[in-house]
């Protein structure tokens, strides 16, 4: 049985989990970010890399320190408490949010340009409906096909990403655009929540598995060893993640002039590359775009499939993939710009007690009580999370206005530090007492 990689099997491995994380999200946020945040780009890109590039990466190595996937991870708290975390976890990335944004994101950057003044709620229906029963039937019949459309598709889209981001940089379209007031004073942190919005957290919580069941198919059990060759592979995914929001950032950062009040940065990318390329280049943005968009559905349908049907065996997974592509299905008729809307605020909430978990995860060996440690550290990310939650979707909050860091949306990040520092002190008098004795 093997028990090492080659420098080609770690490269290979560093491809992979680049192509995990590069879907949807991935492309419509960083340049409408970089459009609002104007002359303040840099700021906001900064923070943008910390959500979007270090916590996904961090939480892929915490699965490995760990030893296992989510419920691994949530084993020292409730029961009730661990699938909570999971079933919340698999639906945001299933049929709530992430998955219809893949449809939604090829109707915006592969067929609305093309259509022109047909563009219409009933045509966004019937794509929907033709996406998502390509889905299903992809997710059903796993294969060969899927593996070559995965084989060719990322290079490609790389490379199509690299032409465009060195033909941005040469040949900038537009100019600046002004700083919108989001992005005024704490541009850093805005770019900060915004990498919320590619749920690459929530997605490593179930790609991480993925790349561990890899690695024991190589004959790697040693979690030291799996949790080294995922360090590299980690570095080589965040340096091609990074390059492609730098790109992509500075594409929206020079997008003034383009198009009038882009609604999303599908809309934003889609016009950009008409007018860099010509019609030629929005066609081959569209199929790309399409297919990356298309194979993420498949891979996100299938996981949250198999993982209900192992949650609930009397449901096949093939009943629990139908379910999930006729939900999907209907959530994105809501269009990619209300789609959005409504998953911030869930974001901002849920976020907090995901990087709390991968937080207290490599902390575990620190706390003398560990799962009193969990259960405070994760409700209160969760209970303050809330706030900021609620705040983002609009609610009158005033009354909290006192908590640090409550006008940035990030109420939850000095008591959930707190909490962990209350465990950890907890641990050192609880060790003196046991000492004393």
């Known amino acids: 049985m093997k028990q090492s990689m080659t420098r080609t099997d770690l490269l290979g491995l560093g491809f992979m989990t680049f192509a ?3 879907g949807a999200g991935n492309i419509i946020f960083p340049p409408m970010a970089g459009y609002l945040a104007g002359e303040n780009m840099g700021s906001a890109m900064l923070g943008f890399l910390i959500t979007a590039v270090g ?3 961090a939480t892929i190595l915490s ?5 296992g996937g989510l419920m691994t991870m949530t084993r020292l708290l409730p029961r009730w408490a661990g699938l909570f975390i999971a079933i919340a976890t698999y639906i945001i990335i299933g049929p709530a949010f992430a998955t219809p944004r893949t449809g939604l994101v ?7 340009p093309f259509i022109g003044a047909y563009d219409s709620h009933m045509m966004l229906i019937a794509f929907s409906v033709i996406y998502f029963a390509l889905t299903l039937f992809l997710s059903l019949n796993q294969g060969k096909l899927l593996d070559a459309v995965g084989k060719i598709l990322t290079p490609i889209l790389v490379l199509l990403l690299a032409v465009l981001g060195i033909a941005v940089l040469i040949a900038p379209q537009g100019t600046v655009p002004s700083v919108a007031p989001d992005y005024m004073n704490h541009p850093v942190v805005k770019g900060l929540l915004e990498g919320y919005n590619t749920m690459d957290t929530f997605g490593a919580l179930m790609f991480g598995m993925l790349i561990i069941d890899v690695l024991k198919s190589r004959g790697i059990e040693n979690t030291q060893q799996q949790t080294r060759y995922l360090a590299v592979a980690s570095v080589i995914a965040a340096s091609g993640l990074a390059l492609v929001y730098i790109a992509l950032f500075q594409l929206g950062g020079t997008a003034g002039g383009i198009m009038a009040h882009p609604q999303n940065g599908g809309e934003l990318v889609a016009s950009y590359v ?3 390329f010509g019609p030629m280049g929005s066609v081959v943005l569209a199929g790309i775009v399409g297919l990356a968009c298309l194979t993420t559905s498949v891979g996100l349908t299938s996981a949250c499939a198999d993982f209900f049907h192992t949650l609930w065996p009397r449901f096949s997974y093939r009943q629990c993939a139908m379910a999930i592509a006729v939900s999907c299905a209907v959530v994105a008729n809501v269009g990619l710009t209300q789609l959005l809307t409504i998953s911030i605020p869930v974001l901002v909430a849920i976020y907090p007690v995901a990087i709390a978990l991968v937080a207290v ?3 575990r060996a620190w ?3 560990q799962s009193l440690a969990y259960r405070l550290v994760l409700s209160v990310a969760l209970l303050f999370g809330s706030l900021d939650g609620l705040k983002a979707a609009g609610a009158d909050l005033n009354i909290f206005s006192f908590l640090p860091l409550f006008d940035m949306g990030l109420a939850w990040l000095l008591p959930t530090l707190a909490a962990i520092v209350v465990s950890l002190l907890w641990r050192a008098s609880e060790a003196t007492a046991v000492a004393a004795e």
């Open 63 to 67: 699965i490995a320190f760990a030893g």
């Open 55 to 57: 916590l996904p990466l």
């Open 361 to 363: 995860t490599f902390m």
């Open 274 to 276: 008409a007018h860099l």
């Open 106 to 112: 090829t109707y915006e950057m592969a067929v609305k």
């Open 367 to 369: 706390f003398f009580n």
């Open 20 to 22: 995990f994380f590069l």
